[in-house]
């Protein structure tokens, strides 16, 4: 037998410095595996880059959003360049207007249509699903089957209708995307929510008397945490895309405001006539917070979720 | 088979039937009639106007004309923005230039999807894996509003290969760009479902037991494994197919390929209600319909399912 002597010395040693054995709960595991994974730390910071961009950005804008810079109008493919002479630094748009401050602002409404739609998608996602999943029988059956129904149908042009009819506006944006966001993460907290519920602590509740809502908001939801916040930083690009993609089509974020997807639309339809920022400063954006979003949702999912470890 | 055939049915037509209702009220209760105008018709006119399109009768009774129409004629009833024409024949107009293209796509991305999966899997940690790994991480950030205006960059604006738009009867210079911008961010999806997929099942002891009776890798690869990797793809195509025909929207905006989704866009800035319901209603069913034959697809090839 080969015992390394010196080895259990420090081990020993160590045990009597430390003063016992710090115990590892589940979150402490999940921050070392994430932080372990490089694309996902390196998103994180990237995100927390174009984060503090955003709100401390204005700060060295020298225009604002809704300036229009007429020394340089009529002939913006030349003189509306990126340049820091002018103080435009991304150049400007069709209009005149410093793209460098419309990109902040796009950054800024496209994130908060993200994390909007997300936060809906958590609170009634969570609370549908759970009470689906809690009650179980009947009661389930047509809770899920409502889901079914409303997830084969088209959403986007039910959307686009919404919007046509109740105005376009960024409150009926919410209402349309939160109207559709919630289905997929009620699905998946029915799930979890089915196996939770037959566990001891819950029967417990249950014995003890306490009301059926009170053990969902109490005991069910808290256990349901880890799984949400993995889905719903999966949510966040999603609901970008999607807040985006009904912008591109103009049908989505109204002028004065702007977003990704408006500013890549307006940049698409004007890159024939050489100004060709226009659409790469906010593609550039657009694509690196989305990348630092899926990594950082991936990187979550690992770390939180035991299934696919 | 045919009851749970029967019992998807049974689901399938009461969407239908709620997908119709829904967009019949949301229509309704939109301030304002189809007519009104910044300067107001006189009332006789606006009287006789409804009396036509039927308006003046109580909304049920519309509903029920509406419905019925649809499933009887399949007539979607007078489009109110062109006086001249019916939705149907602005949906025939839209309808096989969308078909063309969607098809296209939705072929190429399942064909090169599964077949670039299936490469990356038994080729696994090589250069070729990386590749189709990183391409398909790539393309999940681009979408087809993004993947269009770059297109048209580098293919018509800098090489000067390609028309920047337009449809011309659909002759193959016209269809390329609209087919890989819709179906780029579904190949890459289809292509990392069946990679990893592909993955699982070569691991599973049924393979082991085909290599080791000798089979070659080819044969191991079609006969055995393929059934199984693609049993998640096929759960994926529903949601591919929903996204493609969204997709068509931004596809025939950019492109102005003259299909059903550009008529939509329109419909939706001018307040065509019939229209903007006509096409909804079409997409829903579509929808529908490809769903149920996915869910039997599935059932076919799967024995584990039975209901």
Request: proline residues 4%.
């Amino acid at each position: 037998m080969i015992i390394n002597k010196k080895n259990i010395e420090d081990l020993s040693k160590n045990f009597s410095e430390s003063g016992g054995i710090k115990g590892r709960s589940l979150w402490y595991d999940a921050r070392t595996r994430f932080l372990k994974n490089k694309a996902a730390v390196t998103s994180l910071i990237i995100l927390s880059i174009i984060l503090l961009f955003a709100f401390l950005g204005p700060l060295f804008a020298q225009w604002s959003n809704e300036e229009i810079d007429w020394t340089i109008l009529g002939d913006i493919s030349t003189l509306g360049m990126p340049s820091f002479n002018t103080g435009h630094f991304f150049g400007t748009d069709e209009l005149g207007r410093d793209l460098y401050s419309r990109v902040i602002q796009g950054t800024k409404i496209s994130l908060m249509v993200g994390v909007v739609g997300a936060l809906i998608a958590v609170f009634v996602g969570t609370l549908y699903g759970a009470i689906a999943g809690y009650f179980g029988g009947r009661i389930d059956t047509i809770m899920m089957r409502i889901v079914d129904i409303l997830m084969s149908i088209p959403y986007m042009f039910v959307l686009i209708l919404l919007l046509v009819i109740f105005g376009r506006s960024i409150f009926m944006l919410f209402v349309g995307i939160g109207l559709i966001s919630w289905l997929d993460m009620s699905r998946i907290v029915r799930g979890q929510t089915l196996s939770i519920k037959k566990k001891e602590f819950i029967e417990a509740a249950v014995a003890t008397g306490v009301g059926n809502f009170t053990i969902i908001l109490r005991h069910i939801i808290p256990n349901l945490l880890g799984v949400v916040a993995v889905y719903a930083t999966l949510l966040v690009p999603g609901m970008i895309l999607t807040e985006s993609f009904i912008s591109f089509l103009g049908l989505g974020i109204q002028e004065p405001n702007t977003s990704w997807g408006a500013l890549i639309s307006e940049g698409a339809k004007t890159m024939r006539y050489g100004t060709l920022w226009q659409l790469l400063f906010p593609l550039f954006f657009f694509v690196v917070s989305l990348f630092s979003l899926f990594f950082i949702g991936d990187g979550l999912r690992d770390a939180l979720d035991p299934k696919d470890r | 088979m045919i009851i749970y055939i029967l019992k998807r049915l049974s689901v399938a037509l009461p969407t239908i039937l709620i997908l119709i209702i829904i967009s019949f009220l949301l229509m309704h209760s939109a301030p304002g009639g189809p007519f009104t105008s910044e300067k107001p018709l006189p009332e006789q006119v606006l009287k006789n106007i409804n009396a036509k399109y039927g308006l003046d009768q109580p909304i049920y009774n519309q509903m029920f004309n509406y419905v019925w129409g649809i499933i009887t004629e399949f007539d979607f009833g007078p489009s109110f923005r062109y006086k001249d024409r019916t939705v149907n024949d602005i949906i025939a107009q839209g309808f096989p230039v969308t078909l063309k293209y969607g098809t296209w796509s939705f072929i190429l991305a399942v064909l090169f999807g599964t077949s670039l999966g299936i490469i990356a899997a038994i080729r696994q940690n090589t250069f070729l894996d990386y590749l189709a790994v990183g391409f398909s991480i790539s393309a999940q950030v681009l979408p087809n509003f993004v993947m269009a205006p770059i297109l048209v960059l580098i293919f018509t604006l800098y090489l000067g290969w390609l028309p920047g738009g337009g449809w011309e009867g659909g002759q193959i210079q016209f269809v390329i760009m609209p087919v890989i911008a819709l179906s780029t961010s579904y190949l890459a999806s289809i292509a990392r479902l069946t990679r990893s997929s592909m993955l699982e099942v070569l691991n599973s002891n049924f393979i082991r037991t085909a290599k080791a009776k000798g089979l070659p890798q080819y044969k191991i690869v079609f006969y055995h494994a393929l059934k199984p990797t693609l049993l998640p793809v096929i759960s994926y195509l529903g949601p591919a197919f929903v996204g493609m025909i969204t997709g068509s929207v931004v596809i025939d905006m950019y492109f102005s390929t003259g299909g059903i989704g550009v008529l939509f866009v329109n419909g939706a800035l001018n307040r065509d209600y019939s229209t903007i319901m006509g096409i909804t209603i079409l997409v829903g069913c579509l929808t529908i319909t490809f769903n149920l034959l996915v869910d039997i697809l599935y059932a076919w090839i799967d024995p584990k399912i039975r209901y």
